[in-house]
């Protein structure tokens, strides 16, 4: 439906990428991390923080490499995904590269334990406002309203920690001043963290805080 058909073409098979000292196995259908800017940008922030010790949530995982990098650098790892292949594929990494992640089923956060909290969570969340109409399309669609940001926030606070950042990657082709006025209406703040302008689109990462 969304995808481009030569990203269809393309991730209807197995693959192979490497980041660091990871190797890593995207299965068919699943978000290719190493596709997408808003990806790179996540990692490249993680690497300039200091997570040793601290709760880590890739949340909306696909390949969770995040996860996975985050416990090659001491963190206490979670990845989370809405769908049980994405999980799976979180897991067979962890597993490939002997790390330990955690692993949860969930939309958002309406399977995790309410007294999980985190230090930090990240996300490279759905961009498009259209609903999803194949499993894939989770990784793309936010529903027409934003129904997934609308739940994000609103769920957030019992999962975040006092003191923790949710890091968010967003598009200029998504409306992100309406994904911000949701954030300050559950109260949250925002600041900017940077921008990179790839092809055509500036991507942005933002912080979330209490």
Known sequence: MLC????????ASLREWKYGTLDLLVMPGIFHPGLFITSTMLLETLESMDVQGRRFLELGCGTGTQACRAAQLGAIAYASDITPRACANAQYNADRNGLEVNIITA??????????????????????????????????CAG??????????????????????????????CDVEQILAMAEHECFKY????????????????????
């Open 144 to 173: 027409e309203e934003y129904e997934y940001f609308i739940g994000l926030f609103q769920d957030l606070k019992k999962h975040l920690a006092s003191g923790g950042q949710l890091i968010m990657a967003l598009a200029q082709s």
């Open 191 to 210: 600041e900017r963290l940077s921008s990179k302008r790839h092809w055509s689109e500036t991507n942005y990462l933002y912080s979330f805080s209490v």
């Open 4 to 11: 481009q058909p030569l990203y269809k073409l393309y991730s």
């Open 107 to 140: 939309d958002i956060f309406n399977k995790f334990p309410e007294n999980l909290m985190f230090d930090y969570i990240f996300v490279n969340p759905p961009f498009l406002a259209e609903y999803p109409e194949e499993e894939r399309d989770f990784a793309f």
